[in-house]
């Protein structure tokens, strides 16, 4: 029962480098999301994909993009590595999407276990 | 737009001993309300929800958290705690209508000590 697959589990890069970070999850969930973590912020959303084929931007969505690839995988890329990037990610899943529409309903969401990620 | 302040960003405490971890909202609409854990090297996991009905919830492994709507408070309680509670806990919000993804607080670091 792997629930969310998040990889690799740390990275360093160089400014102006970039990457992708893979996330999967077999859960059969229609949302995924994108949520970065700061010292004293909290988690912030990056990006987000409701269903399958779609995504749309969260709170902090520069120097990102994103790719549902199909049910299962969401990844998350950098084009161009800057030192504000340095964080941990966390990927996460939903059954339902960002938004709720029936009361009562099953709202949790699902956490990969981060990717710490340095920019130099 | 929505809001959640937790007001202290560490809490320390004697295992045994009673802890509240605090977490205040703004929200222009009506709300869900959440309390997440993060283990250290792990991945937050939901400890419990509000979303309507009894303004006191329980969650796992003891915790509980009440909805005070006129304070616009979601505090969360534990009566003793133990060692393995020591952690990171996060206050989150959603609106409880239309498009709705969570707001997370700052997050609260919990530890216990002997």
């Known amino acids: 029962n792997a629930g969310v697959t998040q990889t690799p589990k740390f990275q360093v890069l160089k400014t102006g480098q970039s990457m992708t970070l893979q996330c999967a999850q077999d859960m059969n969930h229609n949302s995924m999301y994108w949520y970065r973590q700061d010292p004293g912020m909290g988690l912030r959303l990056i990006y987000y994909?409701?269903?399958?084929?779609?995504?749309d931007k969260g709170e902090v969505p520069n120097g990102y993009n994103v790719s549902r690839l199909n049910k299962r995988e969401f990844s998350l890329r950098l084009e161009s590595a800057a030192p504000s990037q340095t964080s941990v990610y966390f990927c996460?899943?939903?059954?339902?999407?960002?938004?709720?529409?029936?009361?009562?309903?099953?709202?949790?969401?699902?956490f990969g276990s981060g990717t710490q990620l340095s920019v130099l | 737009a929505q809001s959640v302040t937790q007001l202290d960003s560490q809490v320390p405490v004697f295992e045994e001993a009673p802890v509240e971890l605090r977490c205040n909202y703004s929200s222009s609409v009506s709300v869900y309300l959440f309390w997440y854990v993060q283990y250290p090297n792990q991945g937050l996991q939901l400890l419990l929800k509000?979303?309507?009905?009894?303004?006191l919830v329980k969650g796992i492994n003891g915790f509980e958290a009440e909805f005070n709507k006129s304070q616009t408070s979601f505090h969360l309680r534990k009566p003793s705690v133990h060692i393995s509670d020591t952690a990171e806990y996060f206050c989150?919000?959603?609106?409880?209508?239309?498009?709705?993804?969570?707001?997370f607080g700052s997050g609260t670091r919990l530890q216990v000590q002997p």
């Open positions: 996460a899943s939903s059954e339902t999407g960002p938004w709720f529409a029936r009361r009562g309903e099953n709202e949790k969401l699902f």
């Open positions: 509000y979303l309507s009905g009894s303004t």
């Open positions: 994909s409701a269903s399958e084929g779609t995504t």
């Open positions: 989150a919000v959603s609106g409880a209508a239309g498009r709705r993804a969570l707001t």
